[in-house]
């Protein structure tokens, strides 16, 4: 089985790895259909790789963002520029995750007009089904919308495509400490398409005390259980990181001993947690069904507007750690069309959109030019824009490796079944 | 042994004797190929995958190396993936159960008494089926809400707990034991009824020695139908229960879809292939003994 | 004395069966009464526009309670560019499956039934085999099975709406073919017998003696492979490629929002089957005199058979 494919196994500088992209594109565009890695190195790549290591000078092909760069530099560092935009967009993505004018919008700007670009969609439900479809390979997605645990997973075993700032010019609009987080160290492989927070919300009517921080929300759980519904978000990469991060630990530990600590903690409070869910908790709790529970911030920004009648719901932004998370357009390696991509990626760049986007979708997009553009209830709402104060303290929750994963899912298994 | 008995059969022919013969048309075996190639290429193909998958360990993400590792069955083997069987054993059953006390009476109504609309009532059944799964679920959700009629004004206050899934189960496999069940019912021929009544028989006695014993395969094959998808269920108990019933779905879903392990995710599968099959053992031998006995 | 008990029992078998239609039909009555469900009154006063349905999912407020009525989400629904496409590749997919997954099984279950039981018992573990195996993990390996076959084959079709047919057939093939055969079995094969003997052929003997008296077992099993197919998530999802079916375009929804858009259009769909069957109904009756006479014509014979 061809499985190996996806684990390169090439002893290389770090800095020849756009090139090593570059080669595995033109010869899978040579032979007119998706190769692995190995195979499209293997076909002559090495022929190629010896005769552009000879001609190209030392220059880092990845940090060209500027468009002046030399051209002998450029040729073989944006292998993109200059190649025709496709005639379709694949995507693959959440459904109602974007707003559906961006989509229309986007195949009616000049250039995509003019090559008639068409697009199509594609959805899934989880970030698992994502990764589980992009392993087994034969995908033709060109636009995929990874989490951020799954981006630093997918970089690992190099399944995306390393991407041509050159196209990208809109990336200046970004707020630049988004651009190289810690799941995309580079920043070659992402751009960033909104993010949030893990928090907690309660029924201020019936819990009566102070809860500032995860710790306490978890302390909180079995003594408010009797009195109503409390609930926990769903999966092992939300569960065991979370748990980690109240007791004070490293949220992408691999350590045993903070694997038990963390069981055991969760164990303790199991009595505390009716339910266990993250799809359905947001109109339950805007149904005043659930007292306390965990949230992402847009969903918590929902429910308390939705009770603002009654009045009775209390959102909490943890103070200590907790996590953030961050939903990114990413182009697979495989994909057929990355011109297009990119142009697409460059559109959700465009301020005009971002505005649209955030208005569609609630979650914030790191992009001040479009931030000032919102209504000011939404603009300075701590729910939508959560201050830095707090972010600067919280995590990005990463599938450090197989053994990790597989740690957190045990334990949430365990954590399910008692 | 066809052969020796049709001779005094010929020669018998002319006879009044009418002696029962051991001929029965049968249908030529190839019939079958075309299913037996489809299987083979379709089913067995990814199922050696599935093999090969655990006896394989997992080397990085979603990257395997092959070869023959069983230590995946040996984590199979410990008490909490066992207690998780079990209790999903033991959903299934008790499920299985309800759909064939709730289901057999309605086959059996539509086979005895309805004779111009009986099409019609089967295909009633199924149109529910034809709204989305979801939706569905998510309806019952909404009929079993704490706050909701039901709840507060009948006090059948179940949502969340393993009754809840029950229900759940059962609405969603109904169709799955009505339709075999009827198919077999429905070649009853209830004349036989009415004549053991006649000969002084006891209606549940009838029952249980005609129609029962008659129709047996097709309960059986109709149990069994529930029954084994219901062990992988996993969605079902995932909305209705909060996430507080783990079944052996769900932790295989999980350690595919999360884990992304493959190798575990599929001994566990053929763990629970294997226990299953006991149960599927047992059919075919009960069957074949049952089928037998033609109407 | 006996026909007043057999009332009384077809009475009680009566009452149940309402009850369990009821108990059937409950969650979708609750389905199609809030299609009509109006977004909250708070989520509406912070919307700024005309059709209430446009209203983005995230800010559609609480539609577990009723808001008051509105028939904007029909519109809605038959709109969306995602939603029609969809139902139409899953009625497609599902009237495809059920048609090759009923002639593989009929074929199976004819040859399977009077087969000597030793025969017969590896092609019943194998089929056996296909029910046990979790849905999961059968799409899993499926997804791999035809990325890799593709490698080696590349005539064979890419993932999309063939490679979800092949592998619903597989579940379906088997199931149509338990349900046929468990009907079959036990039917006798004295007609038959009589049908050769008064110079039948076998084709001919299959078409007009085997074949009706199965219909009910076929359309059976013609009916549960289409529902099966029709409501699959799990196998679809890992198999489709580019291809939404209705299933998954929900499944993907539920996370940012499932509006009465979806329930409307389960509304439309249930409107429309069960229009059919109430013409069907009406067919029914009025051909009804013709075939209880064609009954009672060959209604004696059968009772005379042994």
């Not at chain 1, 986007?106 to 090559?115: G, I, Q, R, V």
């Not at chain 2, 037996?36 to 093999?51: H, Q």
């Not at chain 3, 239609?21 to 919307?47: D, E, Q, R, T, W």
């Not at chain 3, 995230?58 to 808001?67: D, L, R």
């Amino acid at each position: 089985m061809n499985r190996d494919d996806s684990q390169l196994n090439i002893l290389a500088p770090r800095s020849l790895r756009p090139k090593l992209d570059y080669l595995h594109r033109e010869v899978q565009q040579a032979a007119g259909r998706p190769l692995s890695r190995r195979q499209a190195l293997g076909l002559g790549g090495m022929a190629l790789l010896a005769g552009a290591a000879g001609c190209s000078t030392s220059a880092s092909p990845a940090s060209s963002g500027s468009p002046a760069s030399s051209g002998a530099a450029s040729a073989s560092a944006n292998p993109l520029t200059g190649k025709p935009l496709e005639g379709h967009l694949e995507i693959y993505t959440w459904s109602e995750y974007s707003d559906p004018s961006t989509f229309t919008k986007f195949t009616k700007l000049p250039a995509e007009a003019k090559a008639g670009l068409t697009l199509h969609q594609t959805f899934y439900s989880s970030n698992d089904e994502l990764l589980a479809k992009l392993h087994a390979g034969g995908t033709s997605y060109d636009i995929i919308v990874p989490s951020q645990n799954a981006v630093a997973e997918l970089i690992q075993e190099n399944s995306l495509m390393a991407l041509d700032k050159a196209l990208l010019p809109n990336l200046k609009y970004l707020d630049p400490s988004f651009l190289k987080p810690s799941y995309d160290p580079t920043g070659d492989y992402h751009v960033i398409k909104d993010f949030g927070i893990t928090m907690f919300f309660f029924n201020n009517k019936i819990v009566t005390e102070e809860i500032k921080t995860m710790h306490d929300f978890y302390m909180a759980l079995p003594k408010y259980v009797g009195k109503g519904r409390t609930n926990l978000l769903d999966g092992a990469e939300e569960v065991v990181p979370l748990a980690l991060m109240a007791l004070g630990l490293d949220p992408n530990t691999s350590s045993q001993a903070d694997f038990s600590q963390a069981k055991s903690f969760l164990l303790s409070i199991r009595k505390g947690v009716t339910t266990i869910d993250a799809s359905a908790y947001i109109d339950d709790a805007i149904a005043g069904k659930i007292i306390l529970g965990q949230g992402w911030n847009g969903d918590i920004r929902r429910i308390v507007q939705g009770r603002a009648k009654q009045g009775d719901m209390t959102a909490v932004i943890p103070g200590a750690a907790s996590e953030i998370w961050a939903d990114n357009w990413c182009i697979p390696a495989s994909a057929p069309h990355p011109v297009a991509a990119h142009a697409w990626i460059n559109w959700l760049l465009t301020p005009g959109t971002a505005v649209t986007e955030m208005n569609y979708h609630d979650y914030k997009i790191p992009m001040d030019s479009a931030l000032s553009q919102l209504a000011p209830s939404l603009r300075n709402d701590p729910l939508f824009n959560v201050p830095k104060s707090y972010t600067d303290n919280y995590h990005y929750i990463l599938n450090v490796s197989p053994q990790v994963v597989e740690a957190r899912t045990q334990i949430y298994s365990e954590f399910k079944a008692a | 042994m066809t052969v020796a008995e049709k001779e005094p059969e010929v020669a018998a022919a002319p006879a009044a004797t009418r002696r029962r013969r051991s001929f029965r048309p049968r249908y030529p075996a190839w019939l079958t190929a075309p299913s037996l190639l489809y299987y083979t290429v379709f089913f067995l193909g990814p199922m050696a995958i599935l093999v090969a998958f655990s006896l394989a360990a997992q080397q990085g993400f979603g990257s395997l190396r092959y070869g023959f590792d069983t230590s995946q069955y040996g984590q199979v083997t410990t008490s909490l993936y066992l207690a998780i069987f079990g209790r999903t054993l033991i959903m299934a059953a008790v499920g299985t159960l309800l759909t064939v006390a709730v289901g057999y009476p309605v086959a059996y109504w539509m086979a005895r008494y309805l004779s111009t609309y009986k099409m019609l009532a089967l295909l009633i059944v199924v149109v529910p089926f034809w709204t989305s799964f979801l939706i569905r679920t998510y309806a019952l959700k909404i009929i079993l809400d704490p706050n909701g009629y039901l709840a507060r004004d009948l006090g059948i206050s179940i949502m969340y707990t393993r009754y809840a899934v029950a229900v759940g189960l059962v609405y969603n496999y109904l169709p799955l034991f009505i339709l075999p069940v009827f198919a077999s019912l429905e070649r009853m021929d209830w004349t036989l009824i009415e004549a053991a009544a006649d000969l002084g028989a006891r209606p549940f006695s009838a029952f249980r020695e005609i129609t029962l014993r008659l129709t047996l395969p097709g309960v059986v094959t109709g149990a069994l139908l529930v029954f084994i998808p219901m062990t992988g269920e996993y969605i079902i108990p995932n909305i209705l229960s909060g996430g507080n019933y783990e079944f052996v779905g769900n932790v295989i879903g999980d350690q595919f879809n999360q884990a992304q392990n493959q190798p575990f995710g599929s001994a566990l599968s053929i763990s629970l292939m294997l226990a299953l099959s006991v149960f599927v053992i047992i059919y075919i031998l009960v069957a074949t003994k049952e089928e037998r006995f033609g109407a | 004395m006996r026909r007043r008990r057999r009332l009384t029992a077809k009475h009680a078998f009566t009452a149940w069966a309402v009850l369990v239609y009821a108990f059937l039909f409950l969650p979708i009555v609750v389905m199609a009464v809030f299609a009509f469900n109006k977004p909250s009154a708070a989520a509406l006063a912070g919307f700024h526009g005309t059709n209430a349905c446009a209203i983005p999912p995230a800010q559609i407020g609480n539609i577990a309670v009723w808001n008051g009525f509105t028939g904007c989400w029909f519109s809605a629904g038959l709109h969306d560019p995602t939603f029609i496409p969809a139902i139409i590749v899953s009625l497609q997919i599902a009237a495809e499956a059920s048609a090759i997954a009923t002639v593989l099984g009929l074929c199976a279950a004819l040859a399977l039934a009077r087969m000597r039981p030793r025969l017969r018992a590896p092609f019943d573990s194998l089929v056996y085999l296909t029910l046990v195996v979790p849905e999961i993990v059968i799409a899993v390996a499926s997804l791999i099975f035809f990325v890799q076959a593709r490698k080696v084959f590349p005539a064979f079709p890419g993932l999309g709406n063939v490679t979800i047919l092949i592998g619903q057939v597989v579940f379906n093939a088997s199931l149509t073919m338990l349900i046929i055969r468990a009907r079959f079995v036990g039917m006798g094969d004295t007609l038959e017998e009589a049908a050769y003997d008064l110079g039948s052929g076998p084709l001919a003997t299959f078409r007009q003696v085997t074949l009706p008296r199965l219909a009910p077992a076929i359309v059976a099993a013609a009916l549960l492979s289409f529902t099966f197919s029709f409501d699959d998530y799990v196998l679809p999802a890992f198999t489709n490629g580019t291809t939404n079916t209705w299933p998954i375009v929900l499944y993907s929804a539920v996370r940012f929002g499932l509006t009465p858009a979806v329930n409307a259009l389960a509304t439309i769909m249930l409107g429309v089957t069960l229009a059919a069957v109430i013409v069907t109904a009406v067919v029914l009756r009025r051909s009804r005199r013709r075939v209880t006479e064609g009954q009672r014509s060959t209604a004696q014979p059968a009772l005379l058979l042994p």
